[in-house]
């Protein structure tokens, strides 16, 4: 089967491109001409095409011939300009169905998150569970990207099925799981709270067997949602010193109330977007108030 990996470039999507090879699939791999591709360049048979979800005609030369679409790109991280995410996680992603639909592709799968449930969480939950968005533009906007969704099955026939997925962990990861590991190794972790708050964690390929089995699934799946977590209910100590036992280093034993924390990294963000908005002509400068705002903006586990 010919598939089309949006994201491709990333952490998930690099191993979803990893197991659709595997299984013997056609792979073309979208990837933004800024994006280091030289990793699936190592993969034999691989198309790697140049696109972005907010160019609309690369997108149709990226769906031309395929019978299955991964989306898998997204704008991501907890908080930023509200426009970008809009751009990407919304109007990208309608162009990405509108392109594929148009095209006669089989089926779309779309790659959520399962922020679209919000925080504070208590007991099981569903995939009833009501939209409530987190105080960030990557939570809205995947909501809003999910209910355009909804209207475009209803009203264009577009195949798409939904996959939520959890916290991602594995192997190539730089984002938060290789934050915890350079932070926990250099004893620098501390737990965010008590520790015993259930992190719902899922290993990477787990996900992109998920992605595939969605993909695979007949057309009952067309129209809705599936979360994707480790069926371990795992609390934040056992994850955090799960890894400094396989580091071989201390385990944490520090904590910092959850509150005080997501009080400094709102008012980080606040004050970030107050200079970001006098930096009027200086992209740079703005950038620089980002970056220095993350390194004080908490994680937050669920």
Aim: one cysteine or more.
């Amino acid at each position: 089967m010919r598939v089309l990996v949006t994201g491709a470039a990333g952490f998930l999507g690099g191993h979803l491109v990893d197991m659709l090879v595997e299984r013997g699939d056609e792979v073309r791999a979208m990837v933004r001409p800024v994006e280091d591709s030289s990793r699936l360049r190592t993969l034999e048979g691989i198309d790697i095409v140049y696109g972005d979800l907010t160019d609309a005609d690369s997108l149709k030369r990226a769906v031309e011939g395929v019978q299955r679409v991964y989306n898998v790109a997204a704008k991501t991280g907890p908080w930023g300009p509200e426009d970008v995410y809009r751009a990407v996680n919304v109007q990208g992603l309608a162009n990405l169905v509108h392109a594929a639909v148009d095209a006669g592709v089989e089926r779309i799968v779309h790659t959520s998150s399962i922020t679209v449930y919000g925080h504070h969480l208590k007991g099981v939950i569903t995939e009833d569970h009501p939209f409530h968005a987190e105080d960030n533009p990557y939570s809205r906007t995947k909501i809003i990207g999910e209910k355009v969704i909804a209207n475009l099955v209803k009203d264009r026939g577009a195949p798409v099925v939904i996959v939520r997925p959890g916290w991602i962990y594995g192997p190539r990861d730089s984002a938060s799981f290789g934050r915890y590991l350079s932070l926990i190794e250099s004893g620098k972790m501390f737990f965010f709270g008590s520790g015993k708050n259930i992190v719902p964690i899922v290993y990477v390929r787990d996900v992109a067997q998920g992605l595939i089995k969605a993909g695979d699934a007949g057309d009952k799946a067309i129209g809705q949602a599936y979360t994707i977590v480790d069926d371990r209910r795992v609390t934040q100590e056992e994850y955090f010193n799960a890894m400094a036992d396989a580091l071989h280093v201390p385990r944490v034993t520090r904590h910092v109330p959850y509150f005080a924390l997501y009080a400094a990294g709102r008012s980080a963000e606040l004050l970030w977007r107050a200079c970001a908005g006098t930096a009027q002509g200086s992209p740079a400068a703005a950038d620089d108030l980002r970056r220095n705002a993350d390194r004080r903006r908490p994680a937050v586990l669920d």
